[in-house]
C-alpha cells in the first residue's frame, strides 16, 4: 500500500508565499508521476502542477509564473512553492502520484489535502 502525507497548509495573506510537501511511502512502488490538484469551495477538482519522469511540469494557467513544482525522486517527494498568492488560490491542495507496484499494477494516490487560506 502507498501512502501520500501532505504538510505545509495554512492561512497566508495575498501576496505572499507558502510551501507545500507531500511525500509517499509504502514497499515495492516506483512513481512516475506527482502533482497538485486544488478544490476550491463549490468547484471541481482541477490541476494546479504535476510532473512526469519523461516530460516537462504542467501548470494550471492560473498559477503559471508564481507556482513552482519540484520533485526529489530519492525521497519520492514533491513540493509545490507558492508565491505571489491570491485570494482565488484558497482551496483544498491535493498531492496525486501516479504509482506502479509488481502485485497491482499502475493506479493513482490521492493524499488526504491540505488547506490554503489567503486573505486580502
Known amino acids: 500500500q502507498v501512502q501520500l502525507v501532505e504538510s505545509g497548509g495554512g492561512s497566508v495573506q495575498a501576496g505572499g508565499s507558502l510551501r507545500l510537501s507531500c511525500a509517499a511511502s509504502?514497499?515495492?512502488?516506483?512513481?512516475?508521476?506527482m502533482g497538485w490538484y486544488r478544490q476550491a469551495p463549490g468547484k471541481q477538482r482541477e490541476l494546479v502542477a504535476r510532473s512526469t519522469n519523461s516530460g516537462p511540469t504542467n501548470y494550471a494557467d492560473s498559477v503559471k509564473g508564481r507556482f513552482t513544482l519540484s520533485r526529489d525522486s530519492a525521497k519520492n517527494t514533491v513540493y509545490l512553492q507558492m508565491n505571489s498568492v491570491k485570494p482565488e488560490d484558497t482551496a483544498v491542495y491535493y498531492c496525486?502520484?501516479?504509482?506502479?507496484?509488481?502485485?497491482?499494477?499502475?493506479?493513482?494516490?490521492w493524499g488526504q489535502g491540505t488547506l490554503v487560506t489567503v486573505s486580502s
Open positions: 509504502g514497499s515495492a512502488f516506483s512513481i512516475n508521476a
Open positions: 496525486n502520484a501516479g504509482v506502479l507496484t509488481t502485485s497491482t499494477g499502475y493506479f493513482q494516490v
